[in-house]
């Protein structure tokens, strides 16, 4: 059954981040349930009419890099040296994976996130993100050097799969896809036109800053979290704008927290760890350029730091130097030398509002473990209301759909109609999905919400068609786990003027999602030779 996503609210990402800290509205319930660690009971009806009241645990996933006092990388430790605690409490380790345990084939060669969840599902990858929308211009031009600097110093073929991603006020683009070419990153590098951010350098836009931050961490956690492994992200930036919540209303830090802790669990759900590095390098005096509360000893600014948010997804932030090349390589170079661990929660409190501190020490005491500080047991994902979308699903859609990142939460296949060149197939593997359980009248169903668009060679949209779609699983058993496919037909209105098409599926129960583009109105290869 197809129902129109009507009206789909046009929330961008600021406004979806400032009105959840403005003192007249509420925060945005959590959407999404936390794939690596919770607790919680589920009545599960059976044929008979009778409840069972199941609980469940899910695996806590730790990516830990240890360091000893000179900061060393510290490899080659047995699953015996690691001791965990939550909430105080000892914890069993059920799996333990040493570091760089699943690089990259040497025989393979990745250039793109298709290549990569399909020949290297597992290893590692570095994201280097270049925040523009919150530091000044002669430390964008520094922060380019530094960071090409590091890449001429890497050998052709990287180890690591890298992504290239450069973040504006009004822009958020991918400038290259992960790939192991170190020429194919230097030369995006190169060629990308840097604004001139004149929102920073008037000390203004405050509030759009703050946003652009939060939406920027949310966009890039659930555009990767598809692919399982773990992700190393060097965000090259300020990251939070200088700002006396003092001087706001009451309840603006609270609400900056409530976005800074829903932020850490997007990130911990797909396994991002986070390394800022202030391209800033020694300032002459305490204000550096970035407001009067920004102290060298706190470059981020605010009460929150960006720093602290690094330290909550187990990162560190490198400031206050001039060798920016060096600390972005330590970030690098930290992507590649975590032990993964796993343990499944003693603790059976679910309370949401709970911190679950995490601790890991080590049997040598100059050897440090830096891993994430804990996690917050989370809700699942809201009911989607066609009618009336909330804010937080509206975002979520629109910047899958105008983003150039692919997204592989739920595992689809884009195939055209060969009779209607403006249809197209579209496949759903059923690991992505979720199935109700049946009832006394209705069978199983799997809830997706499908958005596509079209956009002419400009990259301006044309169009956008959004449906909330529902199947049903026939000849399946009526509770309990299964893996059943969904198969979707779907045509766009003909426009002469579009030459691409994006289809953004949104799975309802999870909250994950899954991008697909497809070419339009190209010339077939009679029409090619006529033209010639």
């Known amino acids: 059954m197809k129902r129109s996503l009507a009206p789909m609210v046009a929330a961008s990402v600021l406004m979806l981040f400032f009105t959840a800290m403005a003192p007249s509205q509420t925060a945005p319930p959590t959407q999404k349930q936390a794939p690596s660690a919770s607790t919680g009971t589920e009545p599960q009806r059976s044929a008979d009419g009778s409840y069972t009241l199941r609980r469940s645990a899910r695996l ?17 430790l047995p699953r015996s040296a690691f001791h965990v605690t939550e909430l105080d409490q000892p914890q069993t380790l059920l799996n333990f994976e040493e570091a760089g345990a699943h690089s990259v084939p040497t025989t393979a060669s990745i250039h793109s996130t298709a290549e990569l969840d399909r020949v290297a599902p597992q290893a590692p990858v570095n994201i280097l993100l270049l925040d523009e929308f919150n530091t000044r211009f002669e430390d964008m031009a520094f922060a380019r050097y530094s960071l090409k600097k590091i890449l001429q110093k890497q050998p052709d073929k990287l180890t690591t799969p890298t992504m290239l991603i450069a973040v504006s006020l009004n822009n958020f683009t991918v400038l290259q896809d992960y790939t192991q070419d170190k020429q194919a990153l230097i030369a995006a590098l190169d060629h990308h036109f840097v604004a001139f951010p004149w929102q920073v350098h008037n000390g203004g836009w405050v509030a759009e800053r703050f946003a652009t931050a939060f939406g920027t961490l949310t966009r890039v956690a659930e555009a990767v979290i598809g692919h399982p492994g773990h992700k190393n992200m060097v965000w090259i930036g300020r990251g939070f704008p200088a700002y006396n919540f003092i001087n706001g209303p009451v309840d603006t830090e609270n609400r900056v927290n409530n976005a800074v802790q829903q932020c850490v669990n997007e990130l911990r759900d797909a396994r991002i760890t986070l390394y800022p590095v202030a391209p800033a390098g020694l300032t002459v005096s305490p204000g550096g350029g970035y407001g009067p509360d920004a102290a060298f000893n706190d470059p981020f600014g605010g009460n929150y730091q960006f720093t602290k948010l690094a330290v909550a997804t187990g990162g560190r932030s490198f400031y206050g130097r001039n060798d920016v090349d060096t600390v972005i390589g330590d ?26 501190r995490i601790k890991v020490t080590l049997d040598d005491p100059n050897m440090k473990a830096i891993t994430r500080e804990g996690y917050y047991v989370e809700l699942p994902p809201a009911r989607v209301n066609p009618v009336n979308p909330s804010r937080r699903l509206a975002f979520e859609v629109l910047s899958a759909d105008s983003s150039n990142m692919v997204y592989d939460g739920v595992p689809i296949t884009l195939t055209p109609d060969a009779q209607n060149p403006d249809a197209f197939n579209i496949f759903i593997d059923g690991n992505g999905l979720i199935w109700s359980n049946a009832t006394d009248t209705d069978p199983r169903r799997a809830e997706v919400v499908v958005v596509a668009s079209t956009f002419d060679k400009k990259n301006k949209e044309l169009k956008r068609i959004s449906r909330i779609v529902r199947v049903a699983a026939q000849d399946v058993p009526p509770v309990g786990q299964i893996h059943h496919n969904m198969d979707l037909h779907f045509i766009l209105d003909h426009d002469p003027k579009a030459v691409r098409a994006r289809f953004v599926i949104r799975v309802s129960a999870t909250g994950r999602i899954g991008t697909a583009d497809a070419k339009l109105n190209q010339p077939t290869q009679a029409q090619t030779k006529t033209a010639n």
Not at 60 to 76: A, E, F, P, Q, S
């Open 60 to 76: 806590v996933v730790l990516d830990v890099v240890v360091t000893d006092r000179n900061d060393k990388i510290i490899t080659g």
């Open 331 to 356: 970030g690098i170079r930290d992507g590649g030398s975590f032990y993964s661990l796993a343990y499944r929660p003693t603790t059976t409190s679910a309370d949401p509002k709970k911190f679950r």
